[in-house]
């Protein structure tokens, strides 16, 4: 018979805790921990043989059997006085009421004395593990809340003075953090904050003959004034940066900053540095690509080259230099097209300082990548959510989030739309569209996110491309966030109904239900051993009334297929009791393409 421990520990403690492996036949042991605080965590499993416990069942076996154990309880006793001699004090006591019984020869009560709970624990303590082995410790990230659940609410800085002709400023965007914080936003995301390149500058929509006054594209790292570490100076200054982390901390959000690892030609590392970039025949550099789109503007590092641990050590003091700043939280630019040793490397180094940093990975690629990528260290990832539109496309991405292997390591973030991504389903589908999408990501995950925008609905296109009309990467742009037809309301309504149910704070929990229509996903979210439970309808129509039938999930709460339960519509306030598993629903996207339930035992309606 084979017993093992569950070790684990902080990986800055020099102790390990213990808990005993439990039986659960045919050969599988579980245990479980709690970790007291966030942090790199060590675990692993310690086995050996276990003699007196197969001694112990060798003489229960017989005994039942009705088979002679004279001699085996003669070997039970030598075990035990053999352990007896070099046991220690606190066992003695338990091994010696053993060992006396046994002398009685009395079958029936040796049988008995040697199972008992105070003889295996004292046995425990003090023999020798036989043949002991142990795994090699694994690696365990306990995270903070935030890196499950959080609503994201991206801007560019330099839009926020309400001036087309005025360059925002952090002080603009200090401003308007009690309205974003009042929509339920709990983080507040920059793209690059740093100087802007001039060579190769792109105009706007993204044209190769910038205007004079033409601002150029965040992405573009670096200029005289500065690179990584330095702020965009029409910004402010780094203690006006200061100032808006203070100010958002104190509105209850928090600053993320994106990581991009590109350089604008005029960056200081091209001059400083030359051995961290791949040169070519002419002495130039090749740009940024990704058919059909060309960044002439941005320059890549070369992360395998002679400069390789010179560069990588300089990025890595880039996130530490901005954590030092009071960021917590990194949204990372493609980062599938980096190695994966340098993440799970800086990763570390970073987390080994500040085990409360977030790492968002922006990696829209294969999904083995992207799940990779969670496994090297990234808190949470974009999706290929933001092209998901039909029924059966959402059910399967979620299924596999939620109810394989990948539930155990990858965080999905649901953004609806990003500045490089306008979404085809967004632009031709007016408010409704802009609705659904919402409802689908505050619901379906735990972590989900806007580029301001969408909450005005604001969807033109380049033609026939996925992406904004008068690019924000270009250009300064204004938005009327009071504008006639926008979703504010609804998308506060979503924050609160997050915040109180928390169900709706992962991704983990889902379960579809038939709605016997196409056109209409039914899905459902509750706590393991919730009495409550979330119901979300959704028409993923933004044209059309969808109606549906569907089944109310009277089962969950052992009900028959007549039985009762009380709803709460938690978009309108109202309640109601709905008898019989078949229910209908109405959904009009003129009005509300969705619907969220309470859904509770009829005791339970408040």
């Given at each position: 018979?084979?017993?093992?421990?569950?070790?684990?520990?902080?990986?800055?403690?020099?102790?390990?805790?213990?808990?005993?492996?439990?039986?659960?036949?045919?050969?599988?042991?579980?245990?479980?921990?709690?970790?007291?605080?966030?942090?790199?965590?060590?675990?692993?499993?310690?086995?050996?043989?276990?003699?007196?416990?197969?001694?112990?069942?060798?003489?229960?076996?017989?005994?039942?059997?009705?088979?002679?154990?004279?001699?085996?309880?003669?070997?039970?006793?030598?075990?035990?006085?053999?352990?007896?001699?070099?046991?220690?004090?606190?066992?003695?006591?338990?091994?010696?009421?053993?060992?006396?019984?046994?002398?009685?020869?009395?079958?029936?009560?040796?049988?008995?004395?040697?199972?008992?709970?105070?003889?295996?624990?004292?046995?425990?303590?003090?023999?020798?593990?036989?043949?002991?082995?142990?795994?090699?410790?694994?690696?365990?990230?306990?995270?903070?809340?935030?890196?499950?659940?959080?609503?994201?609410?991206?801007?560019?800085?330099?839009?926020?003075?309400?001036?087309?002709?005025?360059?925002?400023?952090?002080?603009?965007?200090?401003?308007?953090?009690?309205?974003?914080?009042?929509?339920?936003?709990?983080?507040?995301?920059?793209?690059?904050?740093?100087?802007?390149?001039?060579?190769?500058?792109?105009?706007?929509?993204?044209?190769?003959?910038?205007?004079?006054?033409?601002?150029?594209?965040?992405?573009?790292?670096?200029?005289?004034?500065?690179?990584?570490?330095?702020?965009?100076?029409?910004?402010?200054?780094?203690?006006?940066?200061?100032?808006?982390?203070?100010?958002?901390?104190?509105?209850?959000?928090?600053?993320?900053?994106?990581?991009?690892?590109?350089?604008?030609?005029?960056?200081?590392?091209?001059?400083?540095?030359?051995?961290?970039?791949?040169?070519?025949?002419?002495?130039?550099?090749?740009?940024?690509?990704?058919?059909?789109?060309?960044?002439?503007?941005?320059?890549?590092?070369?992360?395998?080259?002679?400069?390789?641990?010179?560069?990588?050590?300089?990025?890595?003091?880039?996130?530490?230099?901005?954590?030092?700043?009071?960021?917590?939280?990194?949204?990372?630019?493609?980062?599938?097209?980096?190695?994966?040793?340098?993440?799970?490397?800086?990763?570390?180094?970073?987390?080994?300082?500040?085990?409360?940093?977030?790492?968002?990975?922006?990696?829209?690629?294969?999904?083995?990548?992207?799940?990779?990528?969670?496994?090297?260290?990234?808190?949470?990832s974009y999706t290929y959510f933001t092209w998901r539109n039909t029924k059966q496309e959402l059910t399967d991405d979620l299924v596999e989030l939620s109810t394989t292997e990948v539930k155990e390591f990858f965080r999905p973030n649901f953004f609806v739309n990003t500045p490089d991504i306008n979404p085809y389903f967004l632009q031709t589908s007016g408010r409704p569209g802009f609705l659904i999408r919402a409802a689908l990501a505050a619901t379906l995950s735990g972590l989900w996110g806007v580029y301001s925008g969408f909450e005005v609905c604001e969807g033109a296109p380049l033609p026939g491309r996925e992406e904004y009309l008068d690019s924000e990467k270009y250009e300064i742009r204004i938005r009327d966030r009071n504008a006639p037809g926008n979703i504010v309301a609804e998308i506060t309504k979503l924050n609160q109904l997050r915040r109180a149910n928390p169900a709706l704070q992962s991704h983990?929990?889902?379960?579809?239900?038939?709605?016997?229509?196409?056109?209409?996903?039914?899905?459902?979210?509750?706590?393991?051993?919730?009495?409550?439970?979330?119901?979300?309808?959704?028409?993923?129509?933004?044209?059309?009334?969808?109606?549906?039938?569907?089944?109310?999930?009277?089962?969950?709460?052992?009900?028959?297929?007549?039985?009762?339960?009380?709803?709460?519509?938690?978009?309108?306030?109202?309640?109601?009791?709905?008898?019989?598993?078949?229910?209908?629903?109405?959904?009009?996207?003129?009005?509300?393409?969705?619907?969220?339930?309470?859904?509770?035992?009829?005791?339970?309606?408040?």
């Open positions: 018979i084979m017993a093992g421990e569950l070790l684990w520990k902080a990986a800055d403690e020099n102790d390990w805790a213990r808990e005993p492996l439990a039986h659960l036949g045919n050969d599988r042991w579980q245990a479980t921990f709690t970790p007291r605080r966030i942090g790199r965590h060590l675990c692993t499993v310690e086995a050996w043989r276990d003699d007196y416990a197969s001694l112990c069942h060798e003489i229960e076996v017989k005994h039942k059997a009705g088979v002679d154990i004279t001699l085996e309880l003669i070997e039970a006793r030598q075990y035990l006085e053999a352990l007896n001699a070099k046991a220690v004090p606190c066992n003695t006591t338990a091994l010696g009421k053993a060992i006396a019984t046994l002398q009685d020869a009395d079958v029936a009560a040796s049988v008995h004395v040697l199972i008992a709970p105070a003889t295996v624990k004292a046995v425990a303590a003090s023999a020798e593990r036989a043949f002991r082995v142990q795994h090699p410790p694994l690696l365990l990230d306990v995270e903070r809340p935030q890196a499950e659940f959080a609503s994201w609410y991206e801007l560019f800085p330099r839009s926020q003075s309400g001036d087309a002709n005025r360059h925002g400023t952090f002080d603009d965007v200090i401003a308007r953090l009690p309205e974003i914080r009042a929509m339920g936003f709990d983080v507040l995301y920059f793209p690059p904050i740093h100087p802007i390149g001039k060579k190769n500058r792109k105009g706007r929509n993204n044209i190769l003959t910038p205007a004079p006054d033409d601002l150029g594209s965040p992405y573009a790292i670096g200029s005289d004034e500065g690179g990584h570490d330095a702020i965009h100076p029409q910004l402010g200054t780094l203690d006006d940066f200061r100032r808006l982390v203070a100010a958002a901390s104190e509105n209850g959000l928090e600053i993320a900053l994106d990581f991009a690892i590109q350089c604008s030609p005029d960056h200081p590392w091209l001059k400083d540095h030359p051995d961290w970039f791949k040169w070519r025949p002419d002495g130039s550099i090749k740009y940024a690509e990704n058919p059909p789109k060309k960044y002439q503007d941005i320059v890549n590092v070369d992360f395998y080259g002679a400069g390789a641990p010179e560069l990588w050590a300089a990025l890595r003091d880039i996130v530490l230099y901005w954590a030092g700043e009071g960021v917590r939280i990194f949204r990372v630019d493609n980062p599938h097209t980096k190695p994966l040793p340098f993440w799970q490397w800086m990763i570390d180094e970073v987390r080994g300082r500040h085990p409360d940093v977030i790492f968002l990975s922006e990696a829209f690629t294969r999904p083995k990548m992207m799940y990779r990528l969670a496994k090297v260290g990234f808190s949470q983990l929990g889902v379960t579809f239900y038939n709605a016997f229509n196409d056109q209409i996903l039914l899905y459902g979210k509750r706590l393991p051993g919730g009495e409550d439970m979330v119901l979300v309808a959704v028409s993923l129509d933004p044209h059309d009334v969808q109606e549906a039938t569907f089944e109310l999930p009277l089962w969950e709460w052992k009900l028959p297929d007549h039985g009762s339960l009380y709803v709460e519509d938690l978009m309108r306030g109202h309640g109601a009791v709905w008898t019989g598993k078949l229910q209908r629903v109405r959904l009009d996207p003129a009005d509300l393409p969705f619907a969220i339930w309470r859904v509770t035992l009829p005791g339970g309606a408040p």
